[in-house]
């Protein structure tokens, strides 16, 4: 099960595998205050395409469509495939650091993971 969670939202026995998926750590919260398995930046959008992007929800559509095709060719590859199979054995809960809960990259890589593995996603 891949669930996502703001990182600004308690961390909770249920998570399981905690994993950041920004490049960027998030404002104000100390490092132990998350209580993560695993900072994933190499499976975050570039600098670039998140710039560019600027969590504008009119720019989500063609967001996601570039994140993945960067998720299906960059360095994030090998990371993903592992979330993947950890999905696949117990709950994966991808943390994140954006305000909008429906527009981020971490909704797009919560897809992907669940594509990957057959299943429809779950609602956030």
């Known amino acids: 099960m891949v669930r996502i969670k703001r990182a600004y939202d308690e961390a ?3 998570d399981g595998y905690r994993v950041l998926v920004d490049r960027l750590w998030p404002r ?3 490092k132990a205050a998350l209580r993560l398995d ?3 930046k190499d499976v975050a959008p570039s600098p670039e395409l998140r710039r560019w992007f600027g969590h504008d929800p009119a720019r989500f559509r063609a ?3 570039r994140y993945l095709a960067e ?3 960059g360095p994030g590859r090998a990371v993903l495939d592992d979330l993947a199979r950890r ?3 117990g709950t994966v809960t991808l943390v994140y650091g954006a305000r909008d ?3 981020n990259g971490a909704v797009v890589l919560r897809e ?3 594509e990957r593995r057959g299943v429809a996603p779950e609602a956030p």
């Open 12 to 14: 909770a026995r249920g």
């Open 87 to 89: 999905a696949a054995r």
């Open 101 to 103: 809960q429906e527009h």
């Open 38 to 40: 695993l900072w994933a």
């Open 71 to 73: 998720l299906r060719t």
């Open 63 to 65: 967001f996601a469509r």
């Open 28 to 30: 104000g919260i100390a």
């Open 112 to 114: 992907a993971l669940e």
